[in-house]
């Protein structure tokens, strides 16, 4: 046990030094579930190649670090670092961006907790600011509403969020997932979301994939992603894990 408390500790302020929570990988939007308390679920995304206009970046790694502290919360630390392929004049070759620190915490007990009727859940916290980033400079507020519900076919996750950006902006988030039967090894998976900023452009994303469940705390994804922002287009490939295992065990 002891081991165990000191790797978390290690992971845990490794991720806190680095310089919205969303997350759920490989999507933007995230479900209505947290880590049971007293476990520690890793959200890796060891590599994805984004293309955002003319620019090209490499994103290794993306980690969401998700702690289950109760039976119906976690605490989530997220951060992601960014290295550009073709930079422009001054630009850092490198950048910590999304970052963030958030509270999930379930308010109904539903499908996805292995009880009837669709699940609800709640996740707020801070937007930091990023480290070498070009964007991202300030400090923001973030709070959202997520209700999944899960059949014998399929699973759905409804996702809608206010914030008040790090560039001291209101900002409005919707997100839907839809996956594949959740029995099935390796499920097909779809996100679609659409998120607008006051004096920003709306940007439109869509998103296919597929996570391949290799057992109990262990899974691995793969998604393709599309946008458009102002006219520019995104493309993105995201490939990751999640990893969870317990820290304590609870009496």
């Known amino acids: 046990m002891s081991r165990s408390v000191c790797i978390l500790g290690t992971i845990v302020l490794q991720?806190?030094?680095?310089?919205?929570?969303?997350?759920?990988?490989?999507f933007d939007s995230t479900d209505?579930?947290?880590?049971?308390?007293?476990?520690?679920?890793?959200?890796?995304?060891?590599?994805g190649r984004l293309?955002?206009?003319?620019?090209?970046?490499l994103v290794a790694p993306a980690v969401i670090a998700n702690i289950g502290f109760s039976r119906d919360r976690e605490l989530v630390i997220q951060g992601q670092h960014e290295a550009a392929i073709d930079r422009e004049p001054g630009e850092s070759r490198s950048a910590l961006v999304d970052n963030g620190v958030f509270i999930k915490q379930v308010l109904r007990r539903g499908a996805l907790q292995d009880q009837s009727g669709p699940s609800v859940a709640t996740e707020y916290g801070v937007l930091l600011p990023s480290v070498h980033g070009q964007a991202q400079r300030g400090t923001g507020l973030s709070v959202a509403?997520?209700?999944?519900?899960?059949?014998?076919?399929?699973?759905?996750?409804?996702?809608?969020?206010?914030?008040?950006?790090?560039?001291?902006?209101?900002?409005?988030?919707?997100?839907?997932?839809?996956?594949?039967?959740y029995t099935w090894r390796v499920r097909p998976v779809a996100e679609v979301f659409t998120e607008q900023a006051r004096e920003s452009a709306r940007i439109t994303s869509g998103l296919v994939g597929a996570i391949w469940r290799v057992r109990d705390g262990l899974?691995?994804?793969?998604?393709?992603?599309?946008?458009?922002?102002?006219?520019?287009?995104?493309?993105?490939?995201?490939?990751?894990?999640?990893?969870a295992f317990a820290y304590r065990k609870e009496r």
Not at 152 to 177: C, Y
């Open 15 to 26: 991720l806190a030094c680095v310089p919205m929570a969303h997350a759920y990988r490989p």
């Open 32 to 47: 209505a579930d947290v880590a049971p308390a007293g476990e520690f679920e890793l959200e890796l995304g060891p590599l």
């Open 51 to 57: 293309r955002d206009g003319s620019k090209r970046l």
């Open 145 to 181: 509403g997520i209700v999944s519900q899960r059949w014998q076919a399929a699973t759905a996750h409804l996702n809608a969020a206010l914030a008040w950006n790090r560039d001291h902006e209101p900002d409005v988030f919707l997100g839907a997932i839809l996956e594949g039967p």
């Open 219 to 243: 899974s691995f994804d793969v998604g393709v992603r599309s946008a458009r922002a102002s006219g520019d287009s995104i493309h993105e490939v995201r490939l990751g894990l999640t990893w």
